[in-house]
C-alpha cells in the first residue's frame, strides 16, 4: 500500500511537470502575435487492483492520475491598431489560410509582408492565400487597401479575397509552431462574411494573471506531492523499525 | 525540466524586444527613421501523446493529445513604412518626400544607397551632398554665384544664376521606389541597400505615378509614436519579469525535487 502511495504521488508528479512546462510555454508567447494559450487536461486512471481471490474482499482500484490531452483556448485575443498596411486581423471567429510546404496550414497571425516577387507572405515566408490561390501584387499595386470582407484592391483594380475559413470544431486543431495550425481531421469551410480589420494585429489571447495563479498552484501542488513522498516513506521506515525489532 | 528553457526562450525574446524599442525610442528625432517591430512566433510543439492514436481496436482514437511547445523566437523585425510628421525647417536644401521613393546615394565604394533623410548640403565644388558628404545622384552642381536656389515638387531644382533674370534649370533629383520597402537592408547613417526581398530599385521622377513628392525647406521626422513606445516598453518588461518567475518557480519544483530525503 505505501508503494502505491508512492507512484500515485509520482504519477501526479510527473503530470505537474507537463503542466509547468505548457504554462512556461504561453507566458514564453505571452507577446506572440496569435497565440493560443494552451491548457492541460488530466484524468483519473484507474488501475485494478491485484486479483486476490483467497481473501474475502478484492483489493481497491487504485486511481493515478494522467494527463490526457492539452487544449488550445481558442477565444480572441485583444487587437491592436499598428500603422502597417499589411497588417491584418480577423474581428470574431475564422483563419488565415496559409501556403507551407508541407500543405495548407491555418493562422491567426496576420502579420503579413511583401516578397519581391509581390507575393503576401507571412513573416515565416508561407503564402497567404485567397479565394484564387497566392494574393500577388505587381509594380502598379502601390496602396494595397483590404475590406472588412476580406477583398483586397489596389489602384489597378481588385486582387481577389482573402480566404477565411472557419472550422465546425477547432478543438482538433494541432499547433505546428511558427504560428500556424494543422487540421487534419476536420475540413475548413469557407467564411461568407468574415470581418478583416486592415492595420489592427491580433495580440496573443494568454492571460498572464491566470497563468501566474496556475503556476503557483503547480508549484505548491507539487511541494505537497513531494512532502506526501517523504511521508510515505518516513511511514515505511518507521513500520520496518518497528516490526522489525527483535526483543 | 522544459519550463526552464521554454522561459528562457521567452525572456531572451523580450530583450530582444526591449532592444528593438529602444532604438527605436532612441532615433525619435532621427530625420527620416522608420521603426521597427519585432514580430513573434511559437517554436514547434513535441507531440508526448499524439492525436489520433488509436486508443482502442475499435477505432476510437486520442482527441487532442498532449502538445507541449517549445518556446518563443523572432520571426522578424519588419520595418513600419509609414509617412513621418514634415517638420518645417527654412533651410533650402533640407527636401521631404511626401508620399512613396528614396533619395539615392552615392556611397564612396561605387555602390548606391537609399535613404528617406533630405537634409542636404553642398560640399567645396557646389555639389548637392548628404550630411556625410556622400553625392546625390544624379549629381547636381550648384554654381557659386548661384542664389535663391528652389526645389519644385517633381525634383527640378533651379537657381539664379549671377546677375541672370531668370532661374537657370540645375537639374532633377529623382527618386527610387520598392515593391517591397520593408526588405530593405539598413546600413546605419539613414541609409538602405537594395536587397533581393526588397526587389530591384524602380527610378522615376518624383510625381509620377506611385512615386511621391518632394517638399523643399521641409523635413521628415522619425515615424516613432512615443507613447506606443512607451507601453510596448512596459509590455515587454512585464513580460520578461513573468518569464523569469517561471524559471524561478520550475527552479522550485526542482529544488523539492532535489530535497526529497
Redesign the interface.
Known sequence: MIDNALLISLSR?VA???E??????N???????G?RS?E??FEEHLMRGAEATANKRADRDLSYVM?????HNFEPGALIP???PLDLAIDGEGWFVVQTPQGERYTR?G?F??????HLVT??GYRVLGDGGPLI????D?TISVAGDGTVSTEAGEKGRIRVVRFADQ??L??????VFRA??VQPEILDQPRVLQGMIEKSNVK?LL??SR??E??RA??SM?SM??RA?NLRRDAISALGRID | MRALHIAASGMMAQELNVEVISNNIANMRTTGFKRQRADFQDLLYQNIRRPGAATSDTGTIVPTGIQIGGGVKTAATPRVMSQGNILMTEKELDIAIRGDGFFRVRLPDGRTAYTRDGSLERDANGTIVTVDGFVIEPEIVIPDTARSISINAQGLVQAIIGLDAEATDLGTIDLARFVNPAGLQPIGDNLFLETESSGPAQVGIAGEEGFGTLLQSYLEQANVNPVSEISDLIAAQRAYEMNSRVISAADQMMSTTSNIQ
Do not use: W
Not at chain 1, 20 to 25: C, E, F, G, H, K
Not at chain 1, 67 to 71: I, M
Open positions: 508528479q505537474l511537470r507537463r509547468m512546462d505548457v504554462i512556461a510555454n507566458m514564453a508567447n505571452m507577446n506572440t502575435s497565440f494552451a492541460v487536461l494527463d490526457r490531452g492539452t487544449l499598428t500603422d502597417n497571425n502579420s509582408q511583401l516578397t519581391s516577387t509581390g513573416s515565416e501584387f505587381n509594380d502598379e502601390r478543438t482538433s494541432k499547433a505546428e509552431g511558427n504560428s487534419d481531421d498572464p497563468e501566474m503556476m503557483i503547480v508549484t507539487y511541494a513531494t513522498i517523504e516513506d
